[in-house]
């Protein structure tokens, strides 16, 4: 079983804003969310979608990694190698898709992650870019990726790769769940 995140979401999201010297209405203005959802969040009343978690990050600065609760090197002192399928960590996202973090930490050059969406679950309507490149591997299901003016339906077994920087999206289209693994360089989340 992966480890929940969703209690961390709100409260790291409370703590950076606070140290950055934000109000609620300043990261409203930032992210163009609403004052009221961002307050959802922050109490865990509500799960962001990945586009909201993505614009949060960027406006206070960090990438969707200061999300993730940090492993305990303590209790687990091969976190720096390997991820145990029960040592996950895990963020779900009201759409209906639940990123699994495979790599064992954020230091290095490549990120590695699980994406299950459920049936009708997407990355949001609009398309979205930032830094680096990314590929994935269909292991499940389809999905239907967008990619600039280019839209592809990709099923299990089937590949892709583009420059981050191409505005992009996802969706399941399908009535079953899809499962994506995908490498990301330079780790985004």
């Given at each position: 079983m992966s480890r929940e995140t969703q209690p961390i979401i709100g409260t790291r999201m409370r703590e950076l804003r606070k140290a950055k010297g934000m109000t609620l209405k300043d990261l409203a203005t930032a992210t163009d969310l609403?004052?009221?959802?961002?307050?959802?969040?922050?109490?865990?009343?509500?799960?962001?979608?990945?586009?909201?978690?993505?614009?949060?990050?960027?406006?206070?600065?960090?990438?969707?990694?200061?999300?993730f609760p940090d492993p305990?090197?303590?209790?687990?002192?091969?976190?720096?190698?390997?991820?145990?399928a029960n040592a996950r960590r895990t963020l779900r996202y009201a759409?209906?898709?639940?990123?699994?973090?495979?790599?064992?930490?954020?230091s290095g050059q490549l990120e590695m992650i699980l994406t299950t969406f459920d049936p009708g679950a997407s990355s949001g309507p609009d398309l979205y870019a930032h830094k680096g490149e990314e590929?994935?591997?269909?292991?499940?299901?389809?999905?239907?990726?967008?990619?600039?003016?280019?839209?592809?339906?990709?099923?299990?077994?089937?590949?892709?790769?583009?420059?981050?920087?191409?505005?992009?999206?996802y969706h399941n289209a399908s009535d079953a769940r899809t499962v994506i693994l995908w490498a990301v360089t330079p780790p985004h989340y």
């Open positions: 609403s004052i009221g959802y961002l307050s959802q969040l922050e109490r865990q009343d509500a799960t962001p979608s990945v586009s909201a978690l993505n614009v949060i990050g960027t406006a206070l600065g960090v990438g969707i990694n200061w999300f305990n090197t303590a209790e687990n002192p091969e976190t720096d190698i390997a991820t145990r759409s209906g898709v639940r990123d699994e973090l495979l790599s064992p930490n954020l590929g994935g591997f269909v292991t499940e299901g389809e999905l239907t990726l967008t990619v600039g003016d280019q839209t592809l339906t990709l099923r299990q077994g089937d590949a892709f790769q583009f420059p981050s920087t191409t505005p992009h999206r």
